[in-house]
């Protein structure tokens, strides 16, 4: 079954042709990163205007790199919620207009569930059930993913996403947008004990994240370095935040490992190309015994094959959508 998906929830406009859920024909971007660092972040205005130019050409050449026509497609699935409202509506509204002018199911897909799908094309023997931690620019949550649509959160941050607090400390340390995955980069040649940062936790919560007080305590660094006249290791205060970040993340994932039993483990999200993080979650899960899957790095931001991929469970479930289908600025996971 052929899944043309359409991806538009941020600044990347993006199409894909995915067979059966896990055989990827093609998989088009047209990143907006370039434009967009001249402002230090995404302009959610000029996101909207890019997508609305940029789709027809992204969708025609996912359908050609295919080797396919409209009338192979089967179904159209689409990102409905959630993401920037203008840039949705883009993606949606063209959805719609071709679901109805090729007579084709129009099939709404939760952004998050398709990041969790990423790892189904890039894992053909990946099957639910699964624990899955989705880190992005937006989101940090732990879910308990019970089958292809029935998923179920038992932890997230109570503020700041972990890709979000990335971005913004690096930003304060004078790195480009996207911050977060220059800090990485950087990282790589620090001394994550140079600085000591706190380790957050939320009372009565314990598989909740916190990430402002973090970020809050990074840019206080800097800024009194600054007032006394010090030089700020750059290097080593990347190091020293990422380790905290992923010490975080990584230490709340394997609590709700072993409250759930769970152990088969997925990671998914932009954050989850974060070179540490797959690093220490390989290691604890191999000195644990868990099985440990992570997407391809192709496939970590975001992209319309996830979309597809998701698409395709989606419609297997029944989950059609009519033409009064309406993006969402924001929804929770569970409720597709």
């Keep these: ?180 995955i220059m800090m990485d980069k950087i990282a790589e040649e620090g001394n994550p004990e140079a600085y000591k940062l706190p380790i957050p936790k939320v009372a009565g919560a314990p598989l909740d994240f916190s990430f402002s007080g973090l970020k809050t305590a990074v840019i206080n660094t800097i800024h009194n370095a600054e007032q006394r006249g010090e030089e700020i290791n750059v290097k080593d205060l990347s190091a020293s935040y990422r380790k905290a970040v992923v010490d975080c993340l990584t230490k709340n994932f394997m609590l709700a490992a072993e409250q759930t039993g769970m152990k088969k483990l997925v990671i998914a999200g932009g954050v989850s190309a974060n070179s540490l993080l797959r690093r220490e979650l390989e290691k604890q899960c191999e000195e644990r015994g868990y099985e440990f899957y992570r997407p391809e790095l192709k496939y970590c931001g975001d992209n319309a094959a996830m979309i597809a991929s998701q698409g395709y469970y989606e419609y297997l479930n029944g989950n059609i959508a009519g033409l009064d289908l309406n993006a969402c600025a924001q929804r929770s996971i569970d409720l597709g």
């Design 1 to 180: 079954m052929l899944i043309l998906g359409i991806e538009s929830s941020c600044d990347e406009t993006a199409a894909a042709v995915v067979e059966d859920g896990r055989r990827v024909l093609s998989n088009v971007v047209a990143s907006q990163v370039e434009e967009h660092k001249l402002y230090g972040g995404v302009v959610p205005e000029i996101a909207s205007r890019r997508h609305s130019e940029a789709i027809v050409g992204v969708v025609n050449e996912a359908l050609e790199q295919a080797g396919v026509t409209i009338d192979d497609i089967e179904a159209i699935a689409v990102t409905y919620a959630p993401g920037l409202i203008g840039a949705l509506l883009v993606g949606v509204n063209f959805a719609k207009g071709l679901s109805f002018a090729a007579n084709k199911p129009l099939v709404p897909v939760h952004h998050l569930r398709g990041h969790i799908a990423s790892n189904f094309i890039s894992t053909e023997n990946l099957e639910p059930p699964f624990l899955c931690l989705v880190v992005s620019g937006g989101h940090s949550h732990i879910i308990e993913v019970r089958s292809y649509t029935d998923l179920h959160i038992i932890g997230r941050t109570r503020d700041d996403a972990a890709g979000e607090a990335f971005d913004k400390a690096a930003r304060a340390m004078g790195m480009p947008y996207p911050g977060g």
